[in-house]
């Protein structure tokens, strides 16, 4: 297996980003609600707001998000990963939607179309670009055939 091969486990790995992210960051918005306005010029309410539970748990998911995605940049490009993982806006867009009740209008849902089509464009090339030195390597890894195997016999 090369690394640009997608394996299942790494689509899990891609899930998880997208779903840790998009779940921690709905936690983080509906502990925010409960806070009410926070100023940054009050550091000491952004510290009192991370034992609000929804937010501790939202920053846990976070953490889980950035695991996950460190994980995923190891054995694949930038520009694979994030385009992947921006399905998390449907997610997001989904769970705000239908947990927190927000409405979201035509085009907000028309967004979330061209994001996933555009996804869909991105996840059907290689997840790792092969470099010119990777190539090489490749190729001297490889085993010679011999020339006897490859003549025509008579």
């Known amino acids: ?66 695991a996950s995605y460190l994980t995923a940049l190891s054995w694949a490009d930038l520009t694979y990963v994030l385009p992947a993982s921006s399905l998390g806006y449907v997610v997001i867009a989904l769970l705000s939607k239908f947990w927190l009740r927000e409405q979201l209008s035509l085009y907000r849902w028309l967004g979330i179309l061209f994001i996933t089509a555009g996804v869909g464009f991105v996840t059907r090339g290689p997840a790792l670009t092969q470099h010119a030195a990777d190539l090489e390597t490749d190729l001297e890894t490889e085993p010679e055939t011999a020339p006897e195997a490859t003549a025509a016999t008579p």
């Open 1 to 66: 297996m090369n690394n640009s091969t997608m394996t299942f486990r790494r689509y899990l790995v891609l899930a998880m980003v997208t779903l840790t992210a998009s779940l921690g960051d709905t936690f983080l918005s509906v502990g925010a609600r409960q806070l009410g306005p926070i100023s940054l010029g009050h550091v000491d309410q952004l510290f009192a707001a991370i034992f609000n539970p929804w937010i501790a748990c939202g920053i846990v998911l976070l953490i889980g998000f950035f």
